[in-house]
């Protein structure tokens, strides 16, 4: 799950990155959340056209989802800027890599659509395959695959202790809740 909450040109993204530093510990030990990543675009920086903060979640627990959504983390966040669109992936496989017990600095997001005519058993197997992969890269904390069945599009999310050379959207990662992210890992 994310949302994105792109902000104007000269937003003094001070205020974001305060916001994150005194309220998000608040999910580190959120019930059924995965992983936080509360990834941060600032103009200018590793080639962000916007200032954007865009928290990405991988949940353990639907429970969890709908408890944050419909409570007062979300609520405060809508009051604050509006309420978000929230977009919605069907998780496939999540996966530490041989960083994963570093502070992740970097998380990049990479879609691509999937043919009309494409083998979706064929392709999610190779995609999963692709991710495992990926999951062996030094540099890798935690790396997982999705599906959007509703526009049928593939999204990689990794999360990365040094610069990583992949395309994709680049962010900063201001902090990282996972309480119950060994939950969600595959072997």
């Not at 959340?33 to 979640?57: H, I, M, T, W």
């Not at 992740?104 to 009309?116: F, G, L, Q, W």
């Not at 979706?120 to 495992?132: A, F, H, M, N, P």
Request: some cysteine; proline content about 8%; hydrophobic content about 40%.
């Amino acid at each position: 799950m994310q949302y994105e909450i792109t902000l104007p040109a000269d937003y003094d993204m001070e205020i974001i990155r305060t916001r994150v530093a005194t309220r998000g510990h608040l999910l580190d030990a959120f019930p059924g959340l995965g992983l936080k990543a509360y990834c941060v675009r600032e103009r200018g920086v590793d080639g962000s056209p916007v200032n954007q903060y865009a928290p990405f979640y991988l949940w353990a627990a639907a429970s969890g989802q709908r408890e944050f959504l419909f409570g007062p983390g979300f609520r405060g966040l809508s009051v604050d800027f509006g309420r978000p669109v929230v977009q919605q992936w069907t998780g496939v496989t999540a996966l530490s890599g041989p960083d994963h017990g570093a502070f992740p600095h970097t998380a990049t997001k990479h879609t691509e659509v999937i043919a009309p005519d494409a083998d979706l058993t064929d392709l999610i197997e190779q995609s999963t395959e692709d991710t495992r992969r990926l999951a062996a890269t030094p540099g890798v904390h935690t790396t997982a695959l999705a599906v959007n069945p509703h526009g049928w599009e593939l999204l990689r999310f990794t999360l990365w202790t040094t610069p990583p050379a992949v395309d994709g959207v680049h962010y900063q990662v201001h902090h990282l809740s996972t309480p119950h992210l060994p939950e969600l890992l595959s072997n």
